[in-house]
């Protein structure tokens, strides 16, 4: 019987989160929501499934040392740096290689390190359904979110007819994926019910991966034969990866791999989910105040409504008669904006790479 394996991909910015989400530690590395980061509970969540020695983790090389230090409780072997993001057509098929090394028929789910999902059960059982799929055929298994509004900042994925069920929940036949689409179009997709969020979250095996790889992405393929050999006779990675991968397209699984198979399946889930793109996000998972303010850390709140106020430290962070703002102070930096111009930060924080020493508030 095959293995099973969990591939975390860890190597998002978190830009929208700055000023707590930094470059070498950023939203996965933080208790955004909760008392652990993100990567912690996602690791804990998948722990029930899969042996620590089947658990990868796939960051970058400027957060590296951090992940080791949150998931100390992995191999060390099992945390991969990327020398460069390539997005996550080469991170899955890293993930591959690693995984094919210990098992050539493995089963491995890949999954992101910073959604935020409560119900831990529901997540486990969808998560043990998706494997049984990928078990039972050569089939490409994506975790679908069922939407709860008519979201511009998701991709979708259409679902078809019925295909099987496991554990008596249905996996349907995909249809086709879609980009992000208008409001006006998204209202659609709500109502239609056929639509489902695309949340990043895919189970598959080794041979229907690369399979895919060398069919819909020969170039990918072919370059990342060196990661398999070095892998294969146990030579030193890091090396391998600094000379393959600032070569590799960048270009995520669903362009590369995904929208040109014919054997995709989606299950829809039935865990409670939230990418938490963004600090307006955040106050749906903290109880707020009479009103309607969340805070965290030394903070007080006087004459404001719907506020965020996030303070790290003793510092005190006092707010008097402002509604609707986020406001986020750290030891070197501190953010005061409306909540209607969360989306903007990243622009802030090109302005702030510009000035001089700009890099050491990144």
């Known amino acids: 019987m095959a293995q099973k394996f969990v591939v975390i991909i860890a190597g998002g910015k978190g830009e929208r989160f700055w000023p707590q989400s930094r470059a070498h530690r950023p939203k996965h590395l933080l208790p955004i929501v909760g008392k652990k980061p993100l990567l912690v509970q996602t690791l804990e969540r998948v722990r029930a499934l899969v042996p620590a020695k089947n658990i990868f983790v796939i960051t970058s090389a400027v957060q590296a040392k951090a992940v080791r230090e949150v998931c100390a409780k992995l191999p060390a072997a099992n945390i991969i740096a990327e020398p460069v993001g390539r997005d996550t057509a080469p991170a899955v098929g890293l993930a591959a290689a690693l995984v094919g090394a210990r098992d050539p028929q493995g089963i491995f789910a890949v999954l992101p390190a910073d959604h935020v999902i409560h119900d831990a059960k529901a997540y486990q059982r969808d998560l043990r359904v998706a494997f049984a799929a990928a078990e039972s055929a050569p089939v490409m298994v994506t975790i679908g979110i069922s939407p ?87 030579k030193a990675l890091a090396p391998v990866l600094a000379k393959v991968y600032p070569k590799l397209t960048k270009i995520s699984v669903d362009y590369a791999l995904l929208e040109k198979s014919d054997n995709v399946v989606v ?54 008669g402002t509604d609707d703002f986020i406001i986020v102070h750290t030891p070197d930096a501190t953010l005061v904006a409306p909540k209607s111009k969360a989306q903007e930060i990243k622009l802030l924080l090109k302005r702030i790479e510009a000035e001089k020493d700009g890099q050491r508030w990144l």
């Open 148 to 234: 709860t509004e008519p979201a511009t900042g998701f991709g979708y994925i259409q679902r078809g007819e019925a295909w099987q069920k496991f554990e008596n929940c249905p996996v349907y036949r995909v249809k086709r994926f879609v980009e992000k689409p208008t409001l006006a179009v998204a209202k659609g997709y709500l109502a239609g019910g056929d639509y489902i969020w695309n949340a990043g979250m895919f189970v598959w095996s080794v041979p229907v991966v690369t399979a895919a790889l060398a069919k819909h992405a020969p170039e990918l393929d072919t370059a990342l034969k060196p990661i398999r050999a070095a892998l294969a006779k146990r």
């Open 267 to 320: 299950l829809p889930s039935s865990f409670d989910w939230d990418d938490v793109g963004a600090w307006p996000a955040v106050p749906k998972h903290y109880e707020k105040d009479a009103s309607g303010n969340v805070t965290r850390g030394r903070a007080l709140i006087e004459g404001g409504s719907n506020n965020i106020v996030f303070s790290e430290g003793n510092h005190l962070l006092a707010v008097l």
